[in-house]
């Protein structure tokens, strides 16, 4: 019983003395409205600590002096380092917002005038140029099929197929 209590220890101060850098991206398709829609959760001080290598102003996601500029920031980022092929063609990831919730943003994003999905490509190397530790989950949803990836760094390329 103390061998297990102490090896319980041990893994719990490594985790705090070694943080994750996880990026969590969830698509789902709405057969209704024939559109991919996309929500990207990271951790703000990460994400704040990336915009700051990239922004000279204040970066302050939760509370902006700008918002319409923050909202900038998020979106060119994120559209930079997470792109996406449905069915072999490329596709516009159009900004709807983001908010905050617990230690993460959320941001949305959606895809417009996709009739059908037979195959997703992503490219997602969202805070790689923040921490080489970093791994990118990403779950899709495509009506009753569900799948998952998970990308440690170096690794930015993820194929799903229905």
Known sequence: MA???YQWLVVSVAA?????????????YNDN?????ISVRIFTDDFENTLR???QDKIDILHPANQEQMNGYVRDY?????QMKVNDKAVQLNFVGYEQQSESIWAY???NKVDKVTKVEIVNNLLHDYNTNQINMMHI????NEQSDKLN???????FSF
């Open 141 to 144: 949803k495509v009506k009753d």
């Open 153 to 159: 760094y170096p690794a930015t390329n993820a194929v």
């Open 16 to 28: 705090l003395l070694h943080p994750f850098f996880v990026s969590m991206t969830d698509i789902n």
């Open 78 to 82: 994120i559209q930079q380092h997470l």
């Open 53 to 55: 290598k990239y922004h």
């Open 109 to 111: 994003f959606e895809v």
């Open 3 to 5: 061998n297990t209590l």
């Open 33 to 37: 409205t024939k559109s991919l829609e």
